[in-house]
């Protein structure tokens, strides 16, 4: 089990070569591994697992959680049980983020989402090459929803294989698809997550939502963006003759004081 921070004389540290620390969890000692091949890390050294849900801490998530400040990051959970928990990203106002790489079971999503309340998901949709393809076919084979403020998609829960190992869950859900391409043109080419919404009746709304938007409303409370809908055509603006067109031009341009 390897962690960003363990606590070193009682304060929570990154690591360093040859530095040892204990586990902010489960008080065992810790090591710091700084090798080259792996993020730099902390890692038990006993082969205790102190919080079984933990996952090995990939690139992406410690891009993810280094979008937040470190305080906020791994946050450690007790439950009644004596068990260790530990979130990944635990926001001012209590919203706990798990960043999911691996396949977790139904089972232990659910119990995550019952643990920590409330919480959201980003899941990495980079790990298996086939989700990518299957999901960007669903999107640009079928036809957003009319019923939406923003663009949008309603969908069966069983659409594409990512969405359907999903469904079930009752928090927000957001997809990383990275910098993957989508062939709609008013889609920017990065900085895009698909919030997945799930329904009763087996249906789901897909969203796209500006990433940094996401980002900001953890941080600072400021509103999730989506993509706006085209707006009907404007009957074309009358020209102004030319003269009248230039005085228009410097007018604008004079500084205001
Ligand atoms: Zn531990």
Sequence with gaps: MTMKFALVEGIRQEAMPGIRGTCPGCGSATLAKCGLKRLHHWAHVSTAVCDRWWEPETEWHRAWKNLFPTEWQEIHHRAVDGEVHIADVKTASGIVIEFQHSAITPQERTSREAFYDPMMWVVDGMRLKRDLSSFRQEIT?????????????????????????????????????????????????????????????????????????????????????????????????????????????????????
């Design 141 to 257: 084979t079928c036809s957003p929803s009319a019923e939406t403020k923003t663009r949008a998609w309603l969908l069966w829960d069983r659409a594409t294989a990512i969405i359907e190992r999903w469904r079930g869950g009752s928090r927000p859900l957001f997809l990383d698809f990275g910098d993957a391409e989508f062939p709609l043109p008013w889609l920017p080419a990065a900085g895009v997550l698909w919030l997945l919404n799930y329904l009763p009746r087996e249906r789901v709304i897909v969203t796209p939502v500006h990433r940094q938007s996401v980002v900001d409303h953890l941080l600072f409370g400021a509103p999730i963006q989506g993509f706006a809908k085209p707006t009907p055509v404007p009957p074309p603006r009358s020209t102004l003759p030319g003269f009248q067109a230039h005085f228009m031009r410097t007018r604008s341009r004079r500084p205001r004081f």
